[in-house]
């Protein structure tokens, strides 16, 4: 074996040896941060289909709602719609139809991106509420009415203290 051939081979093996656990690392890395990505993404989706008729709107969903820039960074379409639908929950008065459609067209942007290209507009725009939860709201929100009406319609509040029975 003629010497050059001979140090080329131990150059080749230095290389594989050496480049072949590099490599394999930079490509988990990789992959790793692109699954992170994708996980983000779709922890993101799930939460705004979880809570898209809240009301009042659930704080995982304002949160999320809030990450969209950063998360979605990538994905122009999704970023002008959010921007969008933020623009129309800021606006006095609120157009409530308009807002749901833009809400329901983001959400159907994101699943677009993510793979669900069999997520219907009418699929999004379902919702389960069963009328406990909603009779619940209700009642809780009436207690809270007039609980805040007898106090702003109250003066003061007289507190004795009880006599303790022998």
Do not use: C
């Not at 159907?108 to 619940?136: V, W």
């Amino acid at each position: 074996m003629p010497a050059e051939l001979y140090k080329f081979q131990i150059f080749a093996n230095f290389l594989a040896i050496f480049l072949g656990p590099v490599t394999a690392v930079l490509i988990t890395l990789w992959y790793q941060r692109r699954k992170e990505k994708r996980d983000t993404k779709q922890r993101i989706f799930l939460t705004l289909m979880a809570h898209r008729r809240s009301n009042p709107p659930h704080p995982a969903l304002v949160e999320v709602l809030n990450t969209l820039d950063v998360v979605f960074e990538d994905k122009l379409k999704i970023v002008q719609l959010w921007h969008e639908y933020y623009d129309l929950a800021s606006a006095k008065p609120l157009n409530e139809p308009l807002l749901e459609h833009k809400y329901i067209d983001l959400l159907s942007e994101i699943a677009q991106s993510l793979g669900y290209t069999k997520l219907k507009q009418t699929d999004i725009d379902k919702f389960y509420n069963p009328r406990g939860i909603a009779d619940q709201y209700d009642l809780q929100n009436k207690i809270q009415q007039e609980f805040l009406r007898v106090l702003q319609n109250t003066s003061a509040l007289v507190v004795t203290k009880k006599e303790e029975s022998k």
